[in-house]
Each structure stands twice: as structure tokens, then as C-alpha cells.
């Protein structure tokens, strides 16, 4: 049934205009031929520019205009939010106020006070409702006023622009109830600017623009294609080949295939850094206009006078092709990039080999890095794999042959990837390319691989600040440190001379790959037939250098000389213990005069912030210091090597870049090693186990460079309450073989002594176990491993999950990463783009119970760098922390580099404890219960569980302990130790015959303490929408899960309930009950955070007085399944 | 039309009392004496009256207080409802932007708030009335058709002048004079026959002068209306009431419009 029929609906307005010359009226129709019509139930969003008639044609549909032509026909009570609170009376109080208005609206006396309590309540005014509303803070009134039109019981709801309702969170709440009229079945016409509210409540939308209906049609459709047009006219240009669709807006791109939208509200844009105004600048800021002067052709220029920066894109679509050139123009331009925010349903990406899904949206409001990564021919490429979207897959990059392109995750309330293209000068080729199937793309990378010639590629190699680029085009190899260029000219040189004619590598034919930890190069100077293999790679604090060289073949060559040209800030050289400054001329290659022509050091620095820099000669060749001429400026370092048939072997240089600009020769003199001296090592294969005796760290390598950071591997022990770290205690080592040894570490005068073993094996892997041996009977609290590993890792999984290393809160510069089950035997840290860090795992024997890993960030300090951490510890329960004189296996781990070792191998064989009941099931697993119903899961996060808070930090089930006690058909009985706190729990779970299962919480207190709160908890799957508590209140849950716990808006109700009740569609209702004897609790209705996405139902007891030692029977709990009757 | 006009006003009656008591209450709000204010008013002025007419003027009428009360009353009730009610649209154009209500309301909510208030100040003086003249009683009972008649004319009357207001404020400064040219030509604290023939034209075609003898001869006098006058009376009420509605339905759309 029509709730609304709009038919042929013309409005006008006489405008009266007043000018010098006198006073003229001029008509304007607000509304054209307006015809539409709502059923009953359906939501219907009209969205338009400002001006557009909008509001008038509300006014309509509410009566309070009559329209010159056509017919309204409207059904049902109409409640309007339009100007909110226009009918209030500021002398009255809120509640005259609500009932005057309520009754003018046409409610009966008994309804008003049916609804009082209800208006009253969702206003939250508290006793503000009995003061006159003149002292209202604008906030109140508009609660007020919202909560009393929603609650006049419409059949139409007109809703004008009405989300400034106060704060963010009495926002969210008008828009939950908003969704709750929605689903009790009224008819909502709601005028918005905001596009996500729009697509999350309509059915179908209407496209006014001056006042006439341009378009209706479904969310999805309408949305995107109203976004592209808001803006400036003159900046506005659609581009159509058949099903390929792209709009140009003011400085955004949007493209739609087929009527479905690639990109999301972000759309293609450039991204630039203005360090004048110290933030970043969107070309969506910028003023465009058309500036082509035929119509073939589209180029859009724009500029913004405030930040004196003009850019020009010019714009061409083929049939799949898309096109844009950017140049930019303007002095404070930083960083530019170009930024393309595609929709979430594109869940793989592809570049060069690899080939990967995204991550899961993790967080919020964070763009969540995932990884930069090099994209040697043309882009990245984005596919779904979902087959029933018809999106087409894509690549999309700049046209040039190397290139960064970033990802990220951002935002879950409106998922958008984004895949961010690097500029690295101010001008650019983009492009975007679309494929009808996944294989298409593939195939055309595959051909794009082939058809780039090995001479013109590119490479490069990084590693910390220090970065290698190889340019086959350019024919040059440069070194750049911190993102600055330390060379000159064409880097890493090669030149002879023959016949007065002097031949560099400019002359060479160049043929580059690039190798996981090296770039190979090959030159080939055709005219002399000379060819030098090179190859190079990085180090750490430098870059080594070999080169295949045979000039036997070439006849006459009077010089020959290989080396780097750096920068004409440096200005003094040293060699050996030779110091000297560098001529102010350029002296046009004049060797500068030698001490020690064959000294082991070839060194120079500048002052500023630019790196020290020494070459080793390896060779006793003749160490060559001297100054470009004038038009290059540079000062070269190189070697003479022999004239004629150098063969034997070969030529090979370290290049050491100093950290600190500390003068070179002062290094040389000290020979300063690179690595601590005192080290034992145990290694094999490419894995290395440093033992630094003098740090008491053991530090570990792969391929030579240091992955570990900070406290590298090392164990806590926490001996009746006297702690123990690794480096107050006495060392020892004995190297048992090349790739064994014996660690062992002592405390004076204590009995205990923890003996590690270090094995590395062939397979790239490295066996760990540690001893204890303990002298007399003591009490292990606390007995931890834990391993920091430099910030090289992007993501990690485990048998069941997989993550993110981006911590959301820090507290003493450590970030917890979080995790649902850290209960596992094995984990595995991945390195997205960095070849320098090899994928690492982590894995514990599996019949290890009782084991949990968890993992941290750390943020940077003085002296060292970001940092990952990964801490595992054993939960021991009371009894069994207790060890007499003996021996103990402590831990026994393996850890594998490079290659995984499928995580299946490790899956934990679980002691989940279970009772049945048909349909129903309920296991126990580590402090948390889990329920299932006909085998789907009811509950959510950490299910049953309990939580105690102490000093402000909560401890939940899930960190302790846990025994079985007890186990038959019926019941079943769980011992928890708390690992933090001197406390256990005896729960008793009985399974009754009429599905309900009793939960008996006995706690007991080995120490006094303070506990601040005492939970009783059960997370219940977000497919549970309505809840209530008997007696009290009812309502639905909020469908906002917070990023972080600290921020609690969304809690739904709490107080002195005893029963709490949640209903679901599709899951049986549940009622969570506590016994009524375990009084003074608090009952709680909540939405958990967005990790757990989980509504919770729990009985709390806040600031619970000093416990003394003893058993506390505190909690017994009911829950119950009522299926639904079918 | 108009049938179906009426039917919808009377099915919201309820409203429109609503909005009466809350107008009624608005206007005394915050102030401490409230109510009283609705016989205090006229008690000054016929009090004024009687000093200076008594004194100054020597009028010489039995009972010169009760004569003045029994019209200043219906006139205060009158100007006061004409000038609140023609400034109604604009004052409360807000109460059409929550909810669409019958345009009449608005005006028609301002006239009768003012007549509670002049239903009071009667009440409270009734029995002064009743004590100054005994003969009272047995006419009272007419009265009730008075209050009806005047009622209907001055819902008639603001009608057309808050529809006029809104398309051009002259007439609210009109009413400030007119109202007090008004007052003069009205029989209040003289009667009719006192005024000389030649003149006398001017009170017979103000319609004011039917309602205020009206209401003297009841309160004052004793004595029901003559024919003639309660017959006038009649007929202009429902003459003004029809008109104003008319005049309404013609202007509604653009009405609508302006506020």
C-alpha cells in the first residue's frame, strides 16, 4: 500500500528582489513535476544539493504547504524531524512541554503517560526534565526534542538533517532509533548530506537537483553517481566507453563498471605534503577548471592560491583504459602520491610474483599499512574472489618501469583499500587498466614481465636507511642514505682509458636482475668485447661490492679504474692514515697525490647530515682520490686496478657507510669492529646464534645481518617472587661444535642454574632448550621466554588466526598486539616486502599444554629502533609451580627461518572439556566457555568467562591456569590459577535436562588483597539485535563496536537487574541469570570492542572491599536456551 | 468545503483546547500575580474611569462604576484578542513547522485564550454585579448567547485581519490607533442614547456597539437585549465568521508560503 503518492507535483515562490532601481518580483519553481510514490514500510532517502528543493518538498508531503500543482496523497499520522523543538514553549518545563506538544500532536492523556517514561529516558535529561527548558543547553533541547517527535508513534517519519544531535555518541543513539522505527515497519523519508547514513537505511533513493527528480533507484546505484557530480560544474567531466565509466570531479577520479563503482567515496586523487601550512594537501582542495582548448582532449588544471601549488592532469579513456599524466607545479610540494580507494570486495592483490590477500579490516580509524611493495613493470594488481560480484579485476600504477606502491586497510565503517602510488618526481604517468577475469590480469602481467628489457630495469636493495638503486635506462647505481643521495653522477663507476680516449659505463649495454638479497649486473662494452659481471648487495652498515672483470681481451688500455663518485659535500678524504681536503677546484680528474698509494682504506666525509663513507682495498690496488671536472662536480674514490689481463680474481670492495658522520679515519685508525668481539657463535646454514657475552644478549642472524633488537632472546624467572633476568646472572659458554653450544647461566649464591641449548641446523632452523636445575625446593611464579626482533615484520598467524603488528595503545612504549587464542604451540611472523627479514617461526612442542604466546610492539628509544616482541610463557597451576631439587625441561622450541613449516604440523591437541545435551553443546577450553546450538556457535569472543580487576589491570580466565577437576554426563568442575594474581576459581558447571546450565563460581584468595571489580561474563554473538531486562528495560543493541575499551558509549543498560535476556532471528533467545543470593551485583548490557564484536552480558561487582585470605562462594549464574517454536 | 473544513476543526478539537490552555498558561506565566491580572485590569481602569468621569466630568449615572465595568469588560476581552490574534501567524509560525494543524488554530487560539481570561475577570465580578442590581439574576442566563455572538464575531474578525497581517504588517499599526478611535466610538463608559442623532450613525454602524449594549443591559441594567440588537448581533457574527473563513480558504496556499 502507498503510504505517499506524489503526483505531478509543481511548487513555486514568488521572491521578492530588491535592487537600487527598485523592487521586482520574479517566480521560481522549487519543485518541477515531482512524482513518486512510498509504500508502506519503506525507507526512502532523498538526497540533492543545498537549494534543490529538498525541504520543500517535505513540507509537502507534510501538509504544511499545499503545492500549486498536482495531487498529495498522504496515509497515516506524519511526525516531521525538521526543525527540532520549534514547537517548545522555553517558560514551561520539559515534561509541560512534552505533554503540550504530545497532545497538540494529538496523543490521548493515558498515551503520554505511557510514553513519558520512554521520552524522558532516551532524552537523558535526568531532573532537568522538571526545569524550564529556557535553561536548557542547545544540546537538551534537541534531545528532547528528537526523543519526543520519534516517540509520537508516526506512521511516516520525515527527517530532515537532524544528525547534529549533540555529541558522537547521542548522534549514534537518534540513528540506532531511527533503525529501530525502520524495522517496527514505518514509512521514513529521510533528507541527509550524509551518504553512509543514506546507504545504510534506504531502500531507494531520489536525485533532486533543482528541483526536479533526475534519478531513483537503489543506494548503490544512486549514491555514487550523485558524489561524482557534487562540486563545481567547471571541474566536473564523465568519461563513458561501453561499460567503463569515469568521472572526473575536482581533483577526484571515481570509476564505475557496468553500474557498480570500483573506487569508494575516496575515489583517485593526488596526496602532496605543504610543509608551509605542516599538513597534507588533497588535490581535492585544489580549484579546477577545463583548460583543453578542443573538446578532444581533457586537461583540468588546478591551483589554490593558499598553497601556491598548480597541477595539471590530463585525462583519456579507452576502451578498459583509463590515463591521466599529472604534473605539479609549485614550490611546496612534498611527498606527493597518489592515492586510489577501492572498495573492499577486492581482497587479492598481485605484483610481480606475489600474489596475496589483504588482511581483515582490523581497525578503525588507523590506516593499516600493508606494506610497500616494488612493482617493477606497471602497478599492482587488484582482483575479488567473490564470484558474484561482476567487479573486474584491475591493475592499476604509473607507466614508468619502477615503482613503490603502498596498501593499507582503512576505516571499517565504510572498508576502503587503498593502494598509494609514490611520485618520485613532479611529474607522472598513471594509468588503470581493467580485466574482465582474474586470468586476464595475470596473463598481461606475465607479457608486461616479458616484454621489459633486462637492460632497462630496474633494482633496488634496502636495508635500514640504506638503499641501492640500480637503473639499467640510466645506466647508474647509486647509494642513497636516509632517502638522500650520497653519490654522484653515475654512482658506482667503471672507466678505462684507451687511446687518450677515456670509456665509462655509459658506453656499456646493461642487463640488471635483481636477486632476493643482491642486484646482478652484466656490462658489456660491445666495441672493445669487454664484459664485467657485478654483483652487489648490502651489508650491515654497508654494501659490498664484486665485480667479474677479464680486460684480456682488450688491447691497449692505458688506465683502468672502478670506484664511486660521491657528492661535492664531501670535502675531506682520508686514505690510511692519510688525511686531506679535497681541492676547491674541479681539476678535471687530477689524481690527488698519495702517501700510502696501497693503503687498506679509501675513506671521506662531509660535514652536515651525510654519512661517512670508507672503501676497503682488498687488493692492493692503487687507492685514486681525485675531483670531477667542472660539469660534473663530484669527488671520485677509486681504485687503479692492473692494466692488462686482471683475471685472477676478480674485483670485490666494502663500501661502509658510517651511521654517524664521525670522521672516517678516525674509525680507520680505532679499526672499530663491526660486530661485538666477545661472540660466540653457533651457525649453520644461513641462521647464526650470536652469545654476546659482553651485552649478555644472544642475538640472532640470518645471512649475516641482525634480526634481534633490544633484550634479543632471553628468559624471566620469577623464583618465589625474586625476580631473575638473563643479565645479572653469571654466563658461560661452551661451544660444543660449529653448530652447538652450551649456554649456561648461574646466580651467586642461588640454586639455580638455567642451562640453554643452542642447535643450528642445515634446514635454516635453530633448536632451543632450556634447563633448570634447582638445588632446594622453590616456588617459579613466573617463567617466560621472550624474543625481540627488529620492526621488519608485517603481519603474523597461527593455526587459527592471523594479524597485524599495528599496536592501538602504548603504555611504557609497549603495545600489546592482540590476539583471541594465545593458547598455541606455534606462531609465524611474517616480512612482507623486506627480503632482509626472513619468515620466522616460532614453535613449541605441541604436548606442551598450557603454553601461551602473545606478542608486543615496541616503540623506538634512544638507542634503539622499533622493535617486535614475542613472550610466551607456561601457565602452571599452584600445586605445580612448586619444584623440589632437580632437573626440569623448562622449554623446548624450534624456530625456522625462510621456509614455513606448515602450522597444521603444531596444532595444539586442546583438552576442551565438553556436556552435550542435543542440539546443544558447551565446551571449556582455557577459562572460556563456549555454547553452541545445532552447531553454531551463540556465544562470541571469550564466551563464559570471569575477570577480576586489579590496580586498573583486568585479568581475565582466559590468562590462567585451568584443571579439570571433575567430569561426568552432568557436570564438570574447573580449577583456575590466576598467573598475576594470588587468586583461583573453582567453577561448577551442571548441564540440566531442560537445557539450562548453572554456573557456580567459587573464588578463593591465597593472599589479602584489593580487588576493584569482580566480573561474572558471558559475550554472546552481534546476531543477538534486542535485549532486555525483565522488570526494567528493553531495547536493541547498538551495531557500533569501539576500537578500544577506555571509550564505552555503547553500553545499553546496566542496574540492579537479575535477569538478562538477549533475542536473535537466527539463534535461539538466551537469558543470562544470576542466583539471587549472590546479591549486590550489578547487571550490564554492552557492546564488547571491536576486537571481540561481541555483545556482553555480565553481573559485576565494583569496588569489592579487602579480601582476606579464604574462600569466597560469590557467584552462581543460570543460563538458559529457549529455541524458538518452528 | 467549508462542511468538510469544520468536520476536520471539530474532530481536532481537542488540539485546539489544547493549545488554548497552553497560550493561557504562556501568558500568565512568570508573572507572580498570574491569573489575577485577568480582573485586575479592569478594575484599574474602571476605577480610572469612574475618578476622572465622576469627578472631572461630572457624568452623572447612578452607579457610574458598575455602568463602566459591565462594557470596559467585552472591550478589553475584544481589542486584546484582535491584537494577539493578528500578530498570531507571524509570532507562531514556529507551531507549523512540527506538525500541520488547521491554520484557523492559530488565531483562533489566541482570541479564546483571551476570552478564558475575560471569563474569569466576569466570574469574579459577577457577584459585585449581582449586589449592585438583584434584577440580574433572571436575565442571566442570556448572557451565555452574548458571550457565544461576540465570540463567533471576533473569531470572524481576527481571521481576516491575521490573514491580512501576514501579507502586509500595516494593519497591526493600524490597529494601535484604529483601536483607539475604536474604543471612543464604542458605548463603554457612555450609553447610546446619550449620544446626538446626527451622530449617532457612527455607533450604529460600529458592530462593537450591539455587543457591549448587549452585555450592559444584562450586567447593568437588568434587562435583556432589545430585539434589534441581540437580532444584529447575530446576524453580524455569523456575517464576519463566514467571511473570515472564506477569506481564508481563498489565501491558504499562499499563506502556507509566507511563513
Not at chain 1, 309 to 329: H, N, P, Y
Not at chain 1, 443 to 471: D, G, N, Q, T, V
Not at chain 1, 906 to 933: I, S
Not at chain 1, 978 to 985: C, I, K, M, R, T
Request: aromatic share 12%.
Amino acid at each position: 500500500m502507498k503510504a505517499v503518492n506524489l503526483d505531478n507535483i509543481w511548487e513555486k515562490y514568488r521572491i521578492k528582489f530588491v535592487k537600487e532601481n527598485g523592487v521586482s518580483w520574479r517566480e521560481v519553481w522549487a519543485l518541477r513535476e515531482v512524482n513518486f510514490a512510498v509504500e508502506q514500510g519503506e525507507v526512502l532517502g532523498i538526497i540533492a544539493q543545498n537549494g534543490a528543493g529538498k525541504t520543500t518538498l517535505l513540507k509537502i508531503i507534510a501538509g504544511m504547504l499545499m503545492p500549486d500543482r498536482g495531487k498529495v496523497n498522504v496515509r497515516g499520522k506524519v511526525s516531521t524531524l525538521m526543525e527540532l523543538g520549534a514547537g517548545f514553549n522555553r517558560e514551561f518545563t520539559g515534561r509541560e512541554n512534552i505533554i503540550l506538544n504530545a497532545r497538540i500532536y494529538g496523543l490521548s492523556k493515558k498515551d503520554i503517560n505511557i510514553k513519558m517514561q520512554e521520552v524522558i529516558e532516551f532524552a537523558g535529561l535526568g531532573e532537568f526534565i522538571d526545569a524550564p527548558i529556557k535553561y536548557y543547553s542547545q544540546g537538551m533541547y534537541l534531545r528532547l526534542a528528537f526523543s519526543l517527535a520519534i516517540s509520537l508513534d508516526p506512521d511516516i517519519l520525515l527527517i530532515d538533517d537532524i544528525i547534529a544531535v549533540g555529541d558522537e555518541a547521542s548522534s549514534c543513539r537518534c540513528i540506532d532509533k531511527i533503525r529501530q522505527l525502520k524495522k517496527e515497519g514505518k514509512t521514513i523519508i529521510l533528507v541527509t548530506h550524509q551518504m553512509d547514513m543514506v546507504a545504510q537505511m534506504c531502500d531507494r533513493v531520489i536525485h533532486l537537483n533543482k528541483g526536479k527528480i533526475i534519478d531513483a533507484g537503489s543506494p548503490g546505484k544512486i549514491i555514487p553517481a550523485y558524489l561524482e557530480t557534487v562540486g563545481r560544474k567547471e571541474g566536473i567531466k564523465v568519461f563513458e566507453k561501453y561499460d567503463f565509466r569515469v568521472v572526473f570531479n575536482n581533483g577526484r577520479l571515481s570509476l564505475s563498471y557496468a553500474g557498480n563503482p570500483l573506487t569508494g567515496k575516496m575515489g583517485v586523487s593526488a596526496v602532496w605534503f605543504n610543509p608551509r601550512i605542516n599538513g597534507w594537501v588533497s588535490s581535492k582542495d585544489l580549484n579546477w577548471q577545463n583548460i583543453a582548448k578542443d573538446n578532444a582532449s581533457f586537461i583540468f588544471e588546478g591551483s589554490h592560491q593558499g598553497f601556491d601549488s598548480l597541477q595539471v592532469w590530463t585525462i583519456s579513456l579507452e576502451k578498459d583504459i583509463l590515463e591521466w599524466t599529472v604534473k605539479f607545479e609549485g614550490k611546496e610540494i612534498q611527498n606527493p602520491h597518489f592515492d586510489l580507494g577501492f572498495r573492499a570486495l577486492y581482497d587479492h592483490w598481485v605484483v610481480e610474483k606475489k600474489e596475496e590477500e589483504f588482511l581483515p579490516f582490523l581497525s578503525k580509524l588507523n590506516w593499516q599499512d600493508l606494506g610497500t611493495h616494488d612493482c617493477f613493470f606497471g602497478g599492482v594488481g587488484m582482483f575479488s574472489s567473490q564470484k558474484s560480484g561482476s567487479l573486474p579485476a584491475f591493475i592499476f600504477g604509473q607507466k614508468k618501469q619502477a615503482q613503490k606502491i603502498k596498501l593499507f586497510n582503512t576505516g571499517y565503517h565504510n572498508e576502503t583499500r587503498v593502494a598509494q602510488s609514490l611520485l618520485d618526481s613532479n611529474c607522472a604517468e598513471f594509468y588503470i587498466r581493467l580485466f574482465s577475469q582474474k586470468r586476464n590480469l595475470l596473463k598481461y602481467m606475465e607479457k608486461k614481465k616479458k616484454e621489459l628489457p633486462a637492460s632497462y630495469r630496474f633494482c633496488r636493495l634496502e636495508y635500514k636507511h640504506l638503499r641501492i638503486e640500480a637503473s639499467g635506462r640510466e645506466k647508474t647505481i647509486k647509494i642513497y642514505y636516509r632517502g638522500r643521495e650520497v653519490t654522484a653522477g653515475c654512482g658506482m663507476s667503471v672507466s678505462f682509458q684507451r687511446k687518450e680516449e677515456w670509456y665509462s659505463a655509459v658506453s656499456a649495454r646493461w642487463k640488471l636482475v635483481q636477486k632476493e638479497d643482491c642486484i646482478q649486473g652484466e656490462l658489456f662494452w660491445p666495441d672493445f668485447r669487454l664484459r664485467q659481471v657485478w654483483e652487489i648487495s648490502i651489508k650491515e652498515g654497508g654494501v659490498c661490492w664484486k665485480a667479474d672483470i677479464d680486460t684480456a681481451k682488450i688491447n691497449e688500455i692505458d688506465d683502468f679504474k672502478m670506484g664511486i663518485l660521491v657528492r661535492e659535500e664531501y670535502k675531506r678524504y682520508v686514505s690510511g692514515h692519510q688525511e686531506g681536503v679535497f681541492p676547491k677546484d674541479f681539476t678535471n680528474w687530477m689524481d690527488i697525490d698519495l702517501e700510502d698509494k696501497k693503503a687498506e682504506h679509501l675513506g671521506t666525509n662531509a660535514s652536515g647530515d651525510l654519512p661517512g663513507i670508507i672503501l676497503t682495498n682488498k687488493g692492493r690496488w692503487m687507492n685514486v682520490v681525485e675531483n670531477s671536472d667542472k660539469k660534473n662536480r663530484c669527488r671520485a674514490l677509486q681504485f687503479r686496478l692492473p692494466f692488462r689481463n686482471f683475471k685472477e680474481k676478480g674485483f670485490s670492495t666494502e663500501i661502509n657507510i658510517f651511521k654517524d658522520n664521525l670522521f672516517a679515519g678516525k674509525c680507520v685508525e680505532e679499526k672499530k669492529p663491526f660486530w661485538p668481539s666477545n661472540l660466540v657463535s653457533v651457525s649453520a646454514a644461513a641462521v647464526k646464534v650470536g652469545i654476546d657475552l659482553d651485552a649478555k644478549k644472544i642475538r640472532l642472524f640470518y645471512q649475516g645481518r641482525e634480526i634481534s633488537e633490544r633484550a634479543c632472546l632471553r628468559n624471566h624467572l620469577l623464583i618465589s617472587e625474586k625476580g631473575f633476568e638473563s643479565r645479572f646472572m653469571g654466563w658461560q659458554v661452551e661451544q660444543i661444535s660449529k653448530d652447538k653450544a652450551v649456554l649456561t647461566m648461574s646466580i651467586k649464591n642461588f640454586p639455580v642454574v638455567e642451562r640453554w641449548e643452542f642447535f643450528c641446523g642445515e634446514d635454516n632452523s635453530l633448536k632451543i632448550r632450556i634447563d633448570l636445575e634447582v638445588g632446594k625446593k622453590v616456588r617459579i611464579i613466573d617463567n617466560g621466554l621472550s624474543l625481540e626482533l627488529k620492526d621488519g615484520y608485517q603481519s603474523w598467524f597461527t593455526a587459527g588466526e592471523k594479524g597485524d603488528f599495528i599496536a592501538k595503545k602504548y603504555e611504557n612504549d609497549t603495545g600489546a598486539i592482540r590476539m583471541k587464542d594465545s593458547n598455541v604451540s606455534a606462531i609465524c611472523l611474517k616480512s612482507g616486502e623486506s627480503k632482509n627479514f626472513p619468515d620466522l617461526t616460532f614453535a613449541f612442542n605441541p604436548s606442551c599444554q598450557d603454553r601461551i604466546i602473545n606478542l608486543y610492539k615496541k616503540r623506538p628509544g634512544n638507542d634503539y629502533g622499533s622493535s617486535i616482541g614475542i613472550y610466551t610463557a607456561k601457565l602452571s597451576t599452584r600445586k605445580k609451580s612448586f619444584f623440589k631439587p632437580g632437573s626440569y625441561n623448562l622449554l623446548e622450541g624450534k624456530m625456522f627461518f625462510g621456509k614455513q613449516p606448515g602450522l597444521s604440523s603444531f596444532q595444539k591437541k586442546t583438552n576442551k572439556v565438553k556436556l552435550a545435551r542435543p542440539g546443544l553443546e558447551l565446551n571449556f577450553y582455557q577459562g572460556k566457555g563456549r555454547l553452541y546450538w545445532k552447531g553454531k556457535e551463540i556465544t562470541a569472543g571469550l564466551g563464559i568467562y570471569s575477570c577480576f580487576c586489579h590496580f586498573g589491570i583486568w585479568h581475565d580466565s582466559s590468562l590462567a591456569a585451568w584443571e579439570v577437576i571433575e567430569q561426568n554426563r552432568d557436570n564438570l568442575s574447573l580449577a583456575g590459577d590466576w598467573a598475576h594474581l594470588p587468586v583461583s576459581q573453582v567453577w561448577k558447571i551442571k548441564l540440566r535436562e531442560d537445557k539450562r546450565i548453572i554456573w557456580e563460581v567459587e573464588t578463593e584468595v591465597h593472599q589479602e588483597l584489593e580487588l576493584e571489580a569482580i566480573q561474572n561474563n558471558l559475550m554472546v554473538s552481534p546476531l543477538y539485535k534486542e535485549w532486555a531486562a525483565p522488570g526494567f528495560s528493553r531495547g536493541e543493541f547498538s551495531e557500533i563496536f569501539t576500537g578500544s575499551y577506555d571509550i564505552l558509549p555503547f553500553r545499553a543498560w546496566s542496574g540492579p537487574a537479575d535477569k538478562l535476556l538477549v533475542k536473535s532471528r537466527e539463534l535461539p533467545d538466551l537469558s543470562f541469570r544470576r542466583d539471587k543470593t549472590s546479591g549486590g551485583l550489578q547487571g550490564l548490557l554492552e557492546n564488547s570492542d571491536y576486537f571481540y564484536r561481541s555483545r556482553l552480558i555480565q553481573y559485576q561487582q565494583i569496588g569489592v572491599e579487602k579480601l582476606k585470605p579464604g574462600k569466597y562462594s560469590n557467584f552462581k549464574g543460570v543460563v538458559e536456551i529457549e529455541p524458538k517454536e518452528n | 468545503m467549508i462542511i468538510n473544513r469544520i468536520k476536520k476543526l471539530f474532530y481536532q478539537r481537542d488540539i485546539l483546547a489544547e493549545m488554548v490552555f497552553k497560550q493561557f498558561r504562556a501568558s500568565y506565566s512568570g508573572a507572580m500575580l498570574g491569573v489575577w491580572w485577568a480582573i485586575i485590569i479592569p478594575c484599574i481602569l474602571a476605577v480610572c474611569i469612574n475618578i476622572i468621569f465622576t469627578t472631572v466630568f461630572k457624568i452623572n449615572i447612578e452607579n457610574f462604576t458598575f455602568f463602566v465595568l459591565s462594557g470596559i469588560l467585552p472591550w478589553l476581552f475584544f481589542s486584546a484578542a484582535v491584537v494577539e490574534a493578528t500578530n498570531s501567524f507571524l509570532t507562531d509560525a514556529a507551531m507549523f513547522r512540527q506538525k500541520m494543524l488547521p491554520l484557523e488554530f492559530v488565531p483562533f487560539k489566541s482570541v479564546l485564550s483571551n476570552f478564558l481570561s475575560f471569563l474569569i475577570g466576569i466570574g469574579f465580578l459577577l457577584p459585585f454585579f449581582i449586589i449592585s442590581n438583584i434584577q440580574i439574576i433572571k436575565v442571566l442566563p442570556a448572557l451565555i448567547f452574548v458571550f457565544i455572538f461576540n465570540l463567533i464575531f471576533i473569531l470572524g474578525l481576527s481571521l481576516i485581519f491575521a490573514v491580512i497581517n501576514v501579507y502586509s504588517r500595516d494593519i497591526i499599526h493600524f490597529l494601535s490607533v484604529g483601536l483607539m478611535v475604536w474604543f471612543w466610538i464604542t458605548p463603554v463608559f457612555y450609553s447610546l442614547n446619550m449620544v446626538p442623532y446626527p451622530y449617532r450613525w457612527i455607533s450604529i454602524l460600529n458592530p462593537m456597539t450591539y455587543y457591549v449594549t448587549s452585555y450592559r443591559s444584562i450586567l447593568f441594567y437588568g434587562k435583556l437585549p432589545s430585539l434589534p440588537v441581540a437580532v444584529t448581533g447575530i446576524v453580524l457574527a455569523l456575517i464576519f465568521i463566514i467571511a473570515g473563513n472564506l477569506f481564508l480558504i481563498k489565501k491558504e496556499p499562499s499563506l502556507l508560503k509566507q511563513l
